[in-house]
């Protein structure tokens, strides 16, 4: 059971928590309506959501670069909407689009950032240098940025942010554009890093969460829609395996589920385990092609969302992303 | 952790001068050439009687030009590279990194500042008093430059009508206003347009320094008056339009 209380019996309790957090752009639509939720500050949160669904306005406002229209949000006790400054000291963001400036080498980016955060030259020489051979940067240290492939750009940025020695990081969208080889590069950087940190990550490759997290949000049109593990998620659902048939016109029936059209067309059939087990006793005796597989985070998203992660967002184009 | 304020303004003058400066050395010549170039044809043209004047016109240029192109640099930074992004995140303040922007274009103008400091001291002949009427003069047309770059780096979000921006404020406020020449050269109904621009009252004040002009006590106190309140006025605005938590 979870117990949502910033402290207990007088100990900080190592959670985020948002209440109520509302941002409206103007007199556009709200990019975050009455958003709510508490998690575990520790290892991965990945907030999934399609663009425009409101992850970059909640990511930059529990980084306090922006001011929630209403709500509070604190992390590990400290408020991040009245008490900004009490918070930045453990934070560092690694901005959606952010870009490895051109001009500089690896290491005058990660260097510069220290001196911002208030380091002497000293300190951040070396720590500098220790962030970027964790991330096998070193050979690349004193090459321009803009001689880099996008990939080990990314890593630069990775190397600046987590340098800092901020044990709270909020990473939107990292591998959007990067090649698969890079990504899972970044994949197991951030998988060595939710060790030692609490990494809050947006992103809309599902996969991603999926490997990464250790609880999942999902966001639309501003709403969360749900939180949890990978478990609670398909809990939350109800269904905990997925049934897939290439053959739409194929008879089945189907007792406890639901039967929906696949993104691909195909049909799909979201049920529990029992009558997982039924349904294919019974394609097996009648020679039907399918596949079974645990309910995936892209069948609950579908399921809870009714379209795929990849569809534009409309009504949340006020949003910046 | 102790903040050290002073590394964290020297982190922009890394980033927005020195790296740029040793990392792609055409940038030292680049502040110089404008300046430089509008004085010698001023001085051929005036057969040398304006160079005392296009000198310290030169100077007003590069320090208006250097605070102007503020509002390109603070643009391209936030908006290319989201590095303001990481800043507002982090222990910086919004002062600390704005007075380390605005000292980085001062240095990224060094190399124009040396060339014409020299010339200055060569061919510019004013008293001490006059010398400092100069360096003030500068230090306020930087002040000016400085508030008008902050101010429209809060307008416009887009890197090409930044550069635009800078380009046509540049040219309005340096090169067209009679800064390398004096404002006699200037038609009378024309002079009126000349002082739209307060880079005219600062030119006004430094050649009056220099004695290549003569005001009376009240003009003086009328210039300096102007580029003062302008420059405040500015500075209001700008710190009034600055959102550095959105």
Redesign the interface.
Not at chain 1, 91 to 101: D, K, N, T, W
Not at chain 1, 115 to 121: A, M, P
């Given at each position: 059971m979870r117990i949502e209380f910033n402290t207990l019996f007088g100990v900080v309790l190592e959670q985020l928590i948002c209440k109520h957090l509302t941002k409206k752009y103007g007199k556009g639509a709200k990019a975050l309506d009455n958003v709510s939720f508490f998690i575990p500050s520790s290892g991965i949160f990945a907030l999934i959501g399609r663009n425009g669904a409101g992850k970059t306005t909640l990511i930059?406002i529990l980084?306090?670069?922006?001011?929630p229209t209403s709500g509070h949000a604190s992390i590990n006790g400290i408020d991040v909407v009245s008490n900004?400054?009490g918070i930045?000291?453990s934070?560092?963001?690694?901005?959606?689009?952010?870009?490895?400036?051109p001009?500089?080498?690896p290491r005058?980016t990660v260097?510069?950032?220290l001196?911002?955060?208030?380091?002497?030259?000293k300190e951040?020489n070396k720590l500098a240098s220790k962030a970027l051979s964790r991330l096998h940067l070193g050979r690349y240290a004193d090459t321009?940025n803009r001689m880099l492939s996008g990939g080990t750009k990314r890593k630069v940025l990775v190397a600046?942010?987590i340098a800092?020695g901020s044990k709270i990081l909020?990473i939107d969208e990292p591998t959007t554009g990067l090649d698969p080889l890079s990504r899972s590069d970044l994949w197991k950087i951030l998988k060595e890093l939710k060790k030692d940190h609490f990494i809050f990550l947006t992103t809309h490759y599902l996969e991603e969460a999926e490997r990464l997290a250790d609880q999942i949000g999902i966001l639309e049109k501003g709403k969360l829609l749900g939180t949890g593990s990978l478990q609670e998620l398909r809990r939350m659902v109800g269904y905990e395996y997925s049934i897939r048939l290439s053959d739409n016109s194929e008879k089945v029936y189907v007792k406890e589920g639901k039967r929906i059209e696949g993104l691909d067309g195909s049909m799909q059939i979201l049920t529990n385990g029992h009558e997982a087990d039924r349904i294919a006793s019974r394609l097996i005796k009648n020679h039907t092609k399918f596949s079974i597989n645990p309910t995936s985070l892209e069948d609950i998203f579908y399921y809870i969302v009714r379209k795929p992660i990849y569809a534009g967002n409309e009504e949340g184009e006020d949003e910046e992303e | 952790m102790r903040k050290n304020r002073l590394n964290q303004m020297y982190a922009s003058v890394l980033v927005n001068a020195i790296y740029a400066m040793k990392n792609y050395p055409i940038t030292l010549i680049n502040t110089l050439l404008a300046p430089i170039s509008i004085l010698i044809v001023i001085t051929l043209v005036s057969h040398g009687s304006l160079l005392s004047v296009s000198i310290i016109g030169a100077l007003i240029m590069s320090m208006v030009s250097g605070g102007v192109s503020l509002q390109a640099d603070l643009s391209h930074l936030k908006n290319d590279f989201r590095l303001q992004d990481m800043i507002v995140s982090s222990p910086t303040s919004a002062l600390v990194y704005m007075a380390g922007m605005a000292i980085s274009e001062i240095v990224y103008s060094l190399p124009a500042f040396l060339v014409l400091f020299v010339l200055a001291a060569i061919f510019v002949h004013a008293t001490l008093l006059g010398a400092f009427t100069i360096l003030a003069v500068l230090a306020i047309m930087y002040a000016f430059s400085i508030a008008l770059g902050f101010l429209l780096s809060t307008i416009s979000s887009d890197i090409i009508q930044n550069w635009a921006f800078s380009g046509i404020i540049s040219t309005i406020l340096t090169t067209i206003p009679p800064i390398y020449y004096t404002i006699t050269y200037i038609p009378l109904p024309y002079r009126y347009i000349a002082y739209l621009s307060p880079t005219t009252y600062a030119a006004e004040i430094a050649q009056n320094a220099i004695g290549s002009i003569h005001l009376s006590m009240l003009s003086l106190a009328i210039d300096w008056a102007v580029v003062i309140i302008v420059s405040a006025i500015l500075f209001i605005i700008a710190i009034k339009k600055n959102k550095w938590r959105e």
């Open positions: 930059r980084s306090t670069e922006l001011m900004s400054k930045r000291e934070i560092a963001i690694l901005p959606q689009e952010s870009r490895a400036i001009w500089l080498t005058q260097f510069s950032y001196l911002y955060r208030g380091f002497s030259f951040a321009l600046t942010i800092s909020f | -």
